[in-house]
C-alpha cells in the first residue's frame, strides 16, 4: 500500500473502517496478487498508526464480507472471488453481457404491479404525466450468485402483460419480444456508486456497509422510441 494514507480522525468514519476499505481497495487493485495474503496485522498497525485491535476488528469486517480468511499458522489469505465484466454498449443485453463468464444466467420476478407513472419514468417513457406503468422488480443471478436487483418501467398501454411473459421466459428480450420488439437499444445509462439499502445487501447477499452500482437506463426500441426505464 501506498505510503501516504494517513486514518483522517476528524471524518467521522471509525479508523477501522478506513482501514477496512483501503485493505479493500488494495485487493482490488491486486497489490495482493502475488502472494494472495494481506500483511501481519502488527506490520499493518504499524502502518497505519493505530493499535492491534483496530486493524483487527477492520480485519474481522472483510472476513464477514468474504474477502479475507484466518488460516492459523499462515496468516491472512484473500479469499478468491470471481470477477464479472459486463459491458454496456448500444445492444446492452443480461445473457450477451455475461456469456462465456457464468455457466447458468437466471433473472427471477420478485414482484409487479401496475401504478401511475412517476415523472423520471413518464419522462423517460415520454407518456403523459398521469400515464400508467408495469413495474417489476427482479434479481439476477449468475451461477446462483445474485448480482443485480433492479426495477424495470413498461407502458402499460403497449405492454399490458409483460410481467407474465417475464415470468414465463426469465427474460426481458424475450418478453419484449411477445409484443413484437425483435430488436431494442440503449439510449442512455448513467451509473453512480451509493452506498447499499438493507434490502439490497440482503437480497445481493452483501456484508457490512456495502457500496453497489446503480445504473438508471433507458431502451429503446427499432424506432427510437422509448420503451423501457430500469
Same mark, same amino acid.
Given at each position: #500500500?501506498?505510503?501516504?494514507?494517513?486514518? $483522517?480522525?476528524?471524518?467521522?468514519?471509525?479508523?477501522?473502517?478506513?482501514?477496512?476499505?483501503?485493505?479493500?481497495?488494495?485487493?482490488?487493485?491486486?497489490?495482493?496478487?502475488?502472494?494472495?495474503?494481506?500483511?501481519?496485522?502488527?506490520?499493518?498497525?504499524?502502518?497505519?498508526?493505530?493499535?492491534?485491535?483496530?486493524?483487527?476488528?477492520? #480485519?474481522? +469486517?472483510?472476513?464477514?464480507?468474504?474477502?479475507?480468511?484466518?488460516?492459523?499458522?499462515?496468516?491472512?489469505?484473500?479469499?478468491?472471488?470471481?470477477?464479472?465484466?459486463?459491458?454496456?454498449?448500444?445492444?446492452?443485453?443480461?445473457?450477451?453481457?455475461?456469456?462465456?463468464?457464468?455457466?447458468?444466467? $437466471? #433473472?427471477?420476478?420478485?414482484?409487479?404491479?401496475?401504478?401511475?407513472?412517476?415523472?423520471?419514468?413518464?419522462?423517460?417513457?415520454?407518456?403523459?404525466?398521469?400515464?400508467?406503468?408495469?413495474?417489476?422488480?427482479?434479481?439476477?443471478?449468475?451461477?446462483?450468485?445474485?448480482?443485480?436487483?433492479?426495477?424495470?418501467? @413498461?407502458?402499460?398501454?403497449? @405492454?399490458?402483460?409483460?410481467?407474465?411473459? @417475464?415470468?414465463?421466459?426469465?427474460?426481458?428480450?424475450?418478453?419484449?419480444?411477445?409484443?413484437?420488439?425483435? $430488436?431494442?437499444?440503449?439510449?442512455?445509462?448513467?451509473?453512480?456508486?451509493?452506498?447499499?439499502? +438493507?434490502?439490497?445487501?440482503?437480497?445481493?447477499?452483501?456484508?457490512?456497509?456495502?457500496?453497489?452500482?446503480?445504473?438508471?437506463?433507458?431502451?429503446?426500441?427499432?424506432?427510437?422510441?422509448?420503451?423501457?426505464?430500469?
Amino acid at each position: #500500500m501506498d505510503g501516504e494514507f494517513v486514518i $483522517d480522525r476528524k471524518s467521522g468514519v471509525a479508523a477501522w473502517k478506513q482501514i477496512a476499505d483501503r485493505i479493500s481497495g488494495a485487493i482490488a487493485s491486486g497489490e495482493y496478487d502475488q502472494t494472495g495474503m494481506v500483511p501481519p496485522e502488527t506490520q499493518l498497525a504499524e502502518r497505519f498508526g493505530v493499535n492491534r485491535h483496530t486493524v483487527r476488528n477492520a #480485519m474481522a +469486517a472483510l472476513a464477514e464480507d468474504g474477502i479475507l480468511r484466518r488460516v492459523p499458522g499462515r496468516g491472512t489469505i484473500i479469499e478468491k472471488r470471481e470477477r464479472l465484466v459486463y459491458p454496456v454498449g448500444r445492444r446492452t443485453r443480461f445473457s450477451e453481457g455475461l456469456g462465456g463468464q457464468a455457466g447458468e444466467l $437466471d #433473472m427471477q420476478l420478485l414482484a409487479d404491479d401496475v401504478i401511475e407513472s412517476p415523472p423520471p419514468v413518464a419522462s423517460a417513457l415520454q407518456l403523459p404525466p398521469n400515464g400508467i406503468t408495469v413495474r417489476m422488480r427482479t434479481l439476477s443471478l449468475a451461477d446462483g450468485v445474485p448480482i443485480s436487483l433492479a426495477w424495470h418501467f @413498461f407502458s402499460r398501454d403497449r @405492454f399490458p402483460k409483460i410481467a407474465l411473459e @417475464f415470468a414465463r421466459h426469465h427474460s426481458i428480450t424475450r418478453a419484449l419480444a411477445h409484443f413484437g420488439v425483435d $430488436d431494442y437499444v440503449r439510449l442512455s445509462t448513467e451509473v453512480t456508486a451509493r452506498m447499499a439499502t +438493507a434490502e439490497e445487501a440482503e437480497r445481493l447477499a452483501l456484508g457490512a456497509n456495502p457500496i453497489v452500482l446503480e445504473t438508471e437506463a433507458v431502451n429503446a426500441d427499432s424506432s427510437g422510441s422509448p420503451i423501457q426505464y430500469s
